[in-house]
C-alpha cells in the first residue's frame, strides 16, 4: 500500500502555469500506475492523465491534451502534472490515486490522496 499526498495547487490567473506534484511513501512506488483526476463544484470527477509504472507509457483526458504533461520520477516517489495554459474550466480540486492495473477506470484505482485546489480566475 501507498501514502498519496499532492501539493502544487494554488490561485492563478488564465493562460498561467503550475506544475502538481503526487508523493508517495512506501516502498512499493514504482509498482503502481498514477492517475491524476479533478472535481470542479457541482460536477463530477473526471479523469486528467495517467501514467504507467515505468513512465513509458502516458494518457491524456478531454481538453487537457496538448496543454498538459504527465511525468514521474519513481527515485523520488513522485508523480508531477504540469498545466499549462491554463482555463477557468480547469478550477477544481485535483488527486492523484495509485493502480495496480493500467487502464483502469477511477474505481480501479487503490489509493488516493485528499487533493489539491487549482483556482483559475480571468
Known amino acids: 500500500q501507498v501514502h498519496l499526498v499532492e501539493s502544487g495547487g494554488g490561485l492563478v490567473q488564465a493562460g498561467d502555469s503550475l506544475r502538481l506534484s503526487c508523493v508517495g511513501s512506501?516502498?512499493?512506488?514504482?509498482?503502481?500506475?498514477v492517475g491524476w483526476f479533478r472535481q470542479a463544484p457541482g460536477k463530477e470527477r473526471e479523469a486528467v492523465a495517467a501514467i504507467s509504472r515505468s513512465g513509458m507509457s502516458t494518457y491524456y483526458y478531454r481538453s487537457v491534451e496538448g496543454r498538459s504533461t504527465i511525468s514521474r520520477d519513481n527515485a523520488k516517489n513522485t508523480v508531477y502534472l504540469q498545466m499549462n495554459s491554463l482555463k477557468i474550466e480547469d478550477t477544481g480540486v485535483y488527486y492523484c490515486?495509485?493502480?495496480?492495473?493500467?487502464?483502469?477506470?477511477?474505481?480501479?484505482?487503490?489509493?488516493w490522496g485528499q487533493g489539491t485546489q487549482v483556482t483559475v480566475s480571468s
Open positions: 512506501g516502498g512499493s512506488f514504482s509498482t503502481y500506475a
Open positions: 490515486a495509485a493502480a495496480t492495473r493500467w487502464g483502469q477506470p477511477a474505481e480501479g484505482y487503490d489509493y
